[in-house]
């Protein structure tokens, strides 16, 4: 199952919900794109878990995440087949 997180201090540069690396460097503490998701000098990380099915009011999915996990989870080439189809 799947966390997400967003950084704990709201402003108008704060509008994605990452979605947690798992594996790998950085497991548990860096979102799929790379954004960091440890504690920071003005912000912790509010992590969700399990991940939501809609982001909290405000927030927005992060694309990158979004995209990596369905490649993980081997929906990339049939999102991909959808999308083409749909014109």
């Given at each position: 199952m799947a966390r997400?997180?967003?950084?704990?201090?709201?402003?108008t540069r704060v509008c994605r919900l990452h979605i947690?690396?798992?594996d790998?460097?950085?497991a548990g503490r860096q979102g799929l794109c790379?954004?960091?998701g440890w504690a920071g000098r003005r912000s912790d990380p509010i992590i969700l878990d399990p991940?939501?099915?809609?982001p909290p009011a405000g927030l927005s999915?992060?694309?990158?995440?979004v995209g990596k996990l369905a490649e993980?989870?081997?929906?990339?080439?049939?999102?991909?087949?959808?999308m083409a189809g749909a014109r």
């Open positions: 997400a997180f967003y950084r704990g201090y709201r402003s947690m690396r798992e790998g460097n950085f790379g954004v960091p991940m939501p099915l809609v999915w992060c694309p990158a995440c993980r989870r081997g929906l990339l080439a049939g999102w991909a087949a959808e």
